[in-house]
């Protein structure tokens, strides 16, 4: 079983730049994908972006490409989002997920994420 926790949501201005953690419990988060996705209110939740075990390996959402960052540090089990010249529609709940499949790569898909974590509340302002 895997926990993961989200933070550092907020309200910002259009333009700013906002960093998400997602703190993952578990010994063996080298071993999973990760990937974060986003949900605005009235919509269906959306593929941000993942990255790979290793981290070398990263993809995005074409909406947020050149703007948003992946990184992982598998010795303090936590995934970031870095996220630059924010715009409104970025406001969502960005929610972070974690694929254990031992064969897993990189996936956009919702299904391909065992377990998801609370989300954190992501308000940009215009």
């Known amino acids: 079983q895997v926990q993961l926790v989200e933070s550092g949501g907020g309200l910002v201005q259009a333009g700013d730049s906002l960093r998400l953690s997602c703190a993952a419990s578990?010994?063996?988060?080298?071993?999973?994908?990760m990937g974060w996705f986003r949900q605005a209110p009235g919509k269906e939740r959306e593929f941000t972006g993942a990255?790979?075990?290793?981290?070398?390996?990263?993809y995005y959402a074409d909406s947020v490409k050149d703007r948003f960052t992946i990184s992982r540090d598998n010795a303090k089990n936590t995934v970031y989002l870095q996220m630059n010249s924010l715009k409104p529609e970025d406001s969502a709940i960005y929610y972070c997920?974690?694929?254990?499949?031992?064969?897993?790569?990189?996936?956009?898909?919702?299904?391909?994420?065992?377990?998801w974590g609370q989300g954190t509340q992501v308000t940009v302002s215009s």
């Open positions: 997920a974690a694929d254990d499949r031992a064969w897993s790569t990189i996936s956009s898909s919702i299904s391909s994420y065992d377990y």
């Open positions: 578990g010994r063996t988060f080298r071993s999973y994908v």
């Open positions: 990255i790979s075990k290793s981290g070398y390996s990263t």
